[in-house]
């Protein structure tokens, strides 16, 4: 069912105001529209919105959303990680169905059917939750490149053992743990082998495209039809869309102008940040508190049964990790974020709301999925930064926060100067006042002048990154003054769009610049673990 616009628009206006408000009380975006829709759906502000479509989920969303992961992420990161990812998304996603299942089993008194149903609709993590929390926290690289990872591959392996489950429930049989595993593999194998062709295509257009709007709608194309093309033919539509996307993005990288890299970078991030937005606020608006009453025993206990099952998949898999493969194991500490991360998100409701009417117990899984939904999303979502910091994984740069204290001080001193010059000058101000805090300010400034410029000759490195920082917030003004240029007809279109090609070159450069000296220092800090 479409959204009216008025309700489209209502909508709109909701998640600005929580985006504004969330930015300013410090709560992560995602938590906010989440208690904001349940707010907006308990208080009957926006009436007439209709329930959280599955097929909108599974056709339109879930598709974007892996396929922009994939065209953002860094390929060499998931190749040097290869193991503990594969391993997590494999062995891992298998492990965390069987013993959630088997917990709700024991807990619930749900048949083997249900019970594993649902532990594969509870093993689907939120991967926007997990980027906008690392986002705020520095964490180390290696460990947020493994858990991106895992969180983008092992969609596709728990969205295969649900549909392989949810057939077998509703045939009346209990699954096995061999015939699923097997069918976990061949779904997952065809449908990276799908994306992959697919990619691979979608490059060899885009390549021979020369524009930016056919380049954007070749990838959406491809991001759509991975998905829908492995699905047909029974395979994992989420490996297929990943895949595809980590193809296309190396074409991008290697093969594309600047000016198309920067074109359909910004197109992915307003479309992902627009589901993303969408999905958040309908958790919350699908969530009804008074359906949830008669199962909160249930959710408490299926709360327990998920970090049973994600610590079951954590810790034996980096067990055997370690004992056969010391080179790739994880510390400890490292090892609980895998387990305090595990947030679940829209997926996971969607695919409570997608099972068959004929579906045994599918009142009590619907009702458990939002539950346990909600509790994570609000729960772990506002503690999630907080444990990092308890853990000693939340890096805090010295020098960085040295240089900004200055900074900040500096800035704050010149405004301070520049008011008291147009108080001066208005007449406002006795002079002996004037001359006494003009003084004042000036040592001010030039101290905080005098310690920016001993931070950066102490600490090259630091000087270096803020120089290239500056040099990209300089691009940008420039690229601002061309387009305004262009528009106001002062200089010919062919003049900016070469031009402006060359600042998208320059500003591609520092963006390698700055990752390579960053991924540097993750290497230092790596190995120091």
């Known amino acids: 069912m479409l959204l009216e616009v008025p309700i489209l ?66 390929l060499n990161g998931i190749r040097a990680n290869a193991v503990p990812i594969g391993l997590l998304s494999t062995l891992g996603m298998v492990l965390a169905i069987g013993a959630t299942g088997a917990s709700l089993h024991w807990m619930l008194h749900l048949a083997w059917g249900p019970a594993l149903l649902l532990g594969s609709i509870l ?49 009346g049989a209990a699954p096995s ?20 062709a697919l990619g691979l295509l979608g490059g060899f257009i885009i390549r021979r495209a020369e524009d930016p709007l056919a380049e954007i709608m070749v990838t959406t194309a491809v991001a759509l039809a991975s998905y829908v093309m492995a699905e047909e033919v029974h395979l994992s539509g989420a490996i297929s869309a990943v895949v595809a996307g980590l193809a296309v993005g190396v074409t991008l990288r290697r093969e594309v102008p600047p000016q198309s890299q920067v074109a359909i970078h910004s197109f992915w991030e307003y479309a992902t940040f627009g589901v993303n937005t969408f999905l958040f606020l309908s958790v919350g608006l699908d969530t009804r508190p008074e359906a949830l009453q008669g199962h909160l025993p249930g959710v408490g206990m299926a709360v327990v049964a998920v970090v049973v099952g994600r610590a079951v998949a954590i810790y034996l898999p980096f067990l055997l990790l370690r004992m056969f493969k010391p080179a790739e194991s994880i510390p400890l500490r490292w090892q609980h974020v895998f387990l305090l991360g595990n947030i679940k998100g829209a997926l996971s409701i969607g695919l409570a709301l997608g099972l068959p009417e004929s579906t045994p117990a599918r009142e009590q899984i619907v009702s458990i999925a939002f539950g346990v939904t909600l509790v994570s999303m609000v729960g772990q979502g506002l503690m999630l930064t907080g444990a990092l910091k308890a853990l000693g994984l ?7 926060l040295e240089m900004a204290e200055q900074r900040g001080k500096l800035i704050a001193s010149r405004a301070a100067h520049v008011e008291l010059e147009a108080l001066h000058t208005q007449g406002l101000l006795p002079r002996a006042a004037y001359e006494h805090l003009r003084s004042e300010y000036q040592v001010n400034i030039a101290r905080a002048e005098r310690e920016l410029r001993r931070i950066s000759e102490q600490h ?37 769009e070469e031009m402006l090609a060359h600042l998208d070159a320059r500003m591609l450069d520092l963006e390698k610049v700055l990752h390579g000296g960053h991924a540097n220092m993750e290497g230092k800090e790596q190995k120091a673990s």
């Open 9 to 74: 628009i209502g909508l709109m206006v909701a998640a600005i105001a929580l985006a504004i408000a969330a930015k300013r009380a410090s709560v992560p975006y995602n938590v906010a529209l989440v208690l904001g829709g349940l707010l907006i759906s308990v208080a009957h502000l926006l009436p007439g919105v209709p329930p959280l479509n599955p097929q909108v989920v599974f056709l339109i969303c879930l598709p974007l959303l892996l396929f922009e992961g994939g065209i953002m992420a860094d």
């Open 123 to 171: 093993a689907v993590t939120d991967t926007v939750s997990i980027l906008y929390a690392f986002r705020r926290a520095p964490v180390p690289g290696r460990l947020a490149g493994i858990i991106q990872g895992e969180s983008l591959f092992n969609d596709g392996t728990a969205l295969v053992a649900y549909t392989a489950i949810a057939a077998v429930v509703a045939g």
């Open 177 to 196: 743990l061999g015939s699923l595993s097997g069918h976990v593999l061949l779904a997952s194998i065809g449908g990276a082998v799908v994306g992959l």
């Open 394 to 400: 939340f890096q805090q740069d010295a020098v960085a």
């Open 460 to 496: 090259l490195a630091e000087g270096a990154k803020d120089l290239l920082s500056t040099r990209r917030r300089l691009i940008d003004a420039e690229r601002t003054a061309l387009q305004g240029a262009r528009r106001n007809g002062l200089i010919p279109e062919a003049t900016a």
